[in-house]
């Protein structure tokens, strides 16, 4: 009984930042076609920062972490999208589609570059853990879990209660229709890169505690983020959805299996979508492939 | 001279640059020069899967890791090296295949993802599997084969060797390129929809862009192991992948030479740059990124731009009026 | 004699409205039958969907009597079925000649044959002849992206008949072309469907040049059928007067 709580407690936390990550993905699907390869290093950059920020600038760890926040949004999301994004969408699809790969590649070698190449450890956001029952469950996971559900509860109410926010979603739900509505699309695009940015910096606080800072936290956060939005369909509910349900099987996966065939998961849930249900979990019957 | 037979005239001296160059160079030039060598052929192949298809792979460091260990296990049991090429090639034409079915089966952009799963699975079998690959120890003493009863041994002839690979690589696509299926492949990047109307199927083509891309990313691993006598995990990453790719694009994506100018910039240009080896690969990503913005047609695109202006006033002058 | 070509029922829906309800027609051999409508009335969608471009929601459609509803547009091309667009559809970064070579490379000999088989597929000769008849003979070697928009339109035109098709439906042929060139267009066509025998679908709000070549006219309003029959026991009974754009 113990076991099973403290994999569920692990799992829905893993699940909570992968979730993080593959909503900001969808979102910037939705609302414009683009694909964010660099997502992985969107959530592994901000955690730099923050350390940065503690260890040269000698800010206390909550500063710290809200300048890292703050650098992340404007950098990863307004800076991003207005150079970057901007300039290579008048050269096509396909150039911002190499761009954003390049764009994690600068990143991921830019840290290793720069901050070095050995892991750093990263101050958790609630120290030591708490016992229920005959489980010790880390207090740390916890927050993690009622940080995760904030951010996307606070997402959510903002997507549905506010004007900026139905708007968003009208654009992620049909760009062309929302343009015809006469919603500024180009806008809503810049916030979606904003919120992803936001989300991943959260992510970023949540998991790098675990991981420990390092370069290479891009790849495998990326590739889960990538698998929980397909499988979960490319909208928002299925990107929570998939992240959650990956979050925990990833972390049975840790417990049961060798690490070569945990890494097989993402392999074998890509192609298991592709076969047998295209649009994902809870994407639409016409969205299918051929 | 008209600008075919202009690059026709190029290519030829290229050609023979390559020939004699290697007699000039140091042995670690020799090595750097089969390197570059090596990295054209899987650029190649990655230049049939993006360039002519359009078909995003961040997979092809795997495949090339896939021939490596194919070629190491089979020579150090004592197989001819050139059926480490057949299966090499085999066996990532089929997994290339595997995994360009189901990605096109979706609508959306697919096959990048798959290929990134692929190859992080691929590299954990690599470290993993000691009793298949050696684990992180490797596998060691892969020996170099002989040509027509000539050592490939040392440096001078192994560099040959890899010259000789390349040309039978380039000729290969070459005729390929020029065949209806290379047609295919134009028409359908050109204009799916109407590919589709005339009875090109679409699917079929593209899924064997990226099975050929795959296999030929096999070869050039086979040649890699005997290139370096020395097989480990590290190399087959995704920065392999993500390095290969990029090459493709930087060169000139859908261009013939465009893999062989990539490469150029990816392996042998760092060689120049001692000062900033460390940091090579951050300002080629920037560069990348840069060109992305600007020149998506790569440095071939920008050479033809340069032409261009350039030849504008004469073109001016021999216009009618 | 059994039709070439037979639609039951056709319907086609986006989301709630029906942008074809329930189209009925035949089709036979070595007709050249005209679909003439206003703007919206449903031509569009009734030709995408009858050539493989969009499924059907209901309905059937028979070649030769075998059911052929829903199936892609490559397969179609194989039973003989070719098409042009209404906006001009060619390979702009290929040659001209490439451009009908790839339009026919398809229908000859197997995969394997056009890998190691002659570049041209063996269809240099029918390119020759088709750039001939189409009068585009001097733009052989040109990037169709760099020819005019008629030339295209030609081309377009062209690239369909590659594939000695048996059944060609031409979407808005005339658009675009001055009176020349619609002549020229006009007469090559007549030429096709009385040396090849070839059956035309002609879709086109040119009212004026789809009469000079139909033998039959299927009219439509609003996704339905409201009219069909020869030319002039329409223009008789004034239907195709009304119903003009």
Same mark, same amino acid.
């Given at each position: ?290 | ?321 | ?121 063996? %269809?240099?000769? =029918? *390119?020759?002849?088709? @750039? +001939?008849?189409? $009068? /585009?003979?001097? #733009?052989?070697?040109?990037? !169709? &992206? ?7 339109? %030609?081309?377009? =035109? *062209?690239?369909?008949? @590659? +594939?000695?098709? $048996? /059944?060609?439906? #031409?979407?808005?042929?005339? !658009? &675009? ?7 020229? %267009? ?7 469907? +009385? ?51």
């Amino acid at each position: 009984m113990a076991d099973v709580l403290q994999l569920l407690i692990a799992g829905l936390a893993t699940g909570g930042v992968y979730a993080l990550a593959a909503i900001g993905f969808t979102l910037l699907w939705q609302t414009s076609q683009t694909v964010n390869f660099a997502q992985g290093e969107f959530v592994m950059l901000p955690a730099f920062f923050v350390l940065f920020a503690m260890n040269v600038l000698g800010l206390p760890f909550a500063v710290a972490a809200l300048v890292g926040i703050a650098v992340s949004v404007f950098v990863l999301g307004f800076l991003f999208n207005r150079t970057v994004v901007d300039q290579t969408l008048r050269q096509g699809a396909l150039p911002l589609v190499i761009s954003s790969i390049a764009f994690a590649l600068f990143l991921k070698e830019g840290v290793k570059d720069f901050a070095g190449a050995e892991p750093q450890p990263f101050p958790p956001l609630g120290a030591g853990s708490v016992s229920i029952g005959d489980a010790t469950l880390p207090v740390h996971s916890l927050v993690t879990i009622v940080v995760a559900v904030a951010a996307v509860a606070a997402l959510q109410a903002f997507l549905d209660r506010t004007q900026v926010g139905r708007s968003i979603q009208a654009t992620a739900h049909n760009p062309s229709v929302a343009r015809v509505l006469g919603i500024p699309v180009e806008r809503m695009i810049r916030y979606a890169f904003v919120i992803n940015a936001a989300l991943a910096a959260f992510a970023a606080l949540l998991i790098t505690p675990v991981y420990l800072a390092s370069f290479s936290n891009g790849e495998w956060l990326g590739l889960c983020a990538f698998v929980a939005a397909f499988a979960g369909g490319l909208n928002l509910r299925g990107a929570i959805v998939g992240g959650l349900a990956l979050g925990l099987v990833d972390n049975l996966a840790a417990v049961y299996l060798t690490p070569t065939y945990r890494g097989a998961l993402p392999l074998a849930i890509l192609v298991a979508v592709a076969l047998f249900r295209p649009q994902g979990l809870l994407g639409r019957s016409e969205e299918a492939g051929v | 001279m008209s600008p075919r037979a202009l690059r026709y005239a190029a290519a030829g001296a290229g050609a023979l640059a390559l020939i004699m160059v290697p007699f000039a160079l140091t042995d670690y030039g020799l090595y750097v020069l089969s390197l570059w060598a090596f990295a054209t052929i899987a650029a190649i192949g990655l230049n049939l899967t993006f360039g002519h298809a359009g078909q995003v792979s961040l997979g092809q460091g795997a495949f090339v890791g896939i021939g490596a260990y194919t070629a190491a296990l089979l020579t150090t049991r004592g197989w001819p090296f050139a059926a480490a090429y057949v299966v090499a090639f085999i066996i990532c034409f089929a997994l290339g295949w595997g995994v360009g079915y189901p990605a096109l089966r979706v609508r959306r952009p697919y096959l990048p993802f798959l290929t990134l799963a692929l190859g992080a699975f691929v590299f954990l079998v690599f470290r993993n599997e000691e009793w298949l690959t050696g684990g992180v120890y490797g596998i060691n003493r892969v020996p170099r084969p002989s040509l027509f009863g000539l050592s490939t041994a040392g440096p001078l002839g192994f560099c040959y060797f890899c010259l000789f690979n390349l040309a039978v690589v380039s000729a290969a696509v070459w005729c390929l390129l020029r065949s209806p299926w290379g047609r295919a492949l134009a028409a359908l990047r050109a204009n799916p929809l109407r590919a589709e109307a005339v009875g090109i199927d679409t699917r079929l083509y593209t899924l064997i862009a990226i099975a050929l891309g795959a296999g030929l990313g096999g070869v050039a691993g086979v040649l890699y192991a005997a290139l370096l006598q020395y097989v480990d995990p590290t190399p087959f990453s995704l920065t392999m992948s993500v390095s290969l790719l990029l090459m493709v694009v930087v060169g000139g994506s859908g261009r013939l030479l465009g893999p062989f100018l990539g490469a150029a910039a990816a392996v042998v240009l760092p060689e120049g740059m001692r000062f900033a080896q460390n940091y090579y690969l951050f300002g080629y990503a920037l560069a990348a990124i840069l060109l992305m913005a600007f020149c998506p047609t790569g440095l071939i695109g920008l050479g033809e731009r340069l032409l261009m202006t350039l030849a504008r006033p004469s073109a001016a002058a021999k216009a009618p009026p | 004699m059994n039709a070439l070509l037979s639609v039951h029922d056709l319907t086609k829906r986006f989301g709630g409205t029906p942008a074809v309800d329930g189209v009925s027609f035949a089709l036979e051999p070595g007709e050249i039958l005209g679909v003439v409508g206003p703007s919206g009335s449903g031509k569009s969608a009734l030709v995408d969907c009858v050539f493989g471009q969009l499924a059907p929601s209901s309905g059937e459609v028979r070649l030769d009597g075998r059911p052929i509803t829903g199936l892609p547009a490559r397969e179609l091309s194989r039973l003989g079925l070719a098409r042009t667009f209404q906006r001009v559809q060619v390979f702009s970064q290929l040659t001209v000649r490439d451009n009908l070579i790839a339009a026919g490379q398809e229908h000859r000999g197997s995969l394997w044959s056009r890998l190691v088989g002659p570049a041209d597929a063996g %269809l240099a000769g =029918t *390119a020759a002849e088709m @750039m +001939a008849f189409f $009068r /585009l003979d001097d #733009l052989a070697d040109q990037v !169709a &992206g760099t020819v005019t928009d008629g030339q295209q339109k %030609l081309l377009d =035109t *062209a690239m369909a008949f @590659m +594939a000695r098709p $048996r /059944l060609v439906l #031409l979407e808005e042929p005339a !658009a &675009g072309l001055d009176e020349a060139a619609l002549g020229a %267009l006009r007469e090559r066509l007549r030429a096709i469907n +009385a040396q090849a025998g070839a059956t035309f679908m002609i879709v086109d709000r040119d009212l004026h040049f789809v009469t000079s070549l139909a033998t039959r006219l299927l009219v439509l309003g609003k996704g339905r059928v409201v009219a069909e029959g020869d030319v002039d026991t329409l223009r008789n009974s004034g239907v195709i007067e009304a119903e003009s754009t």
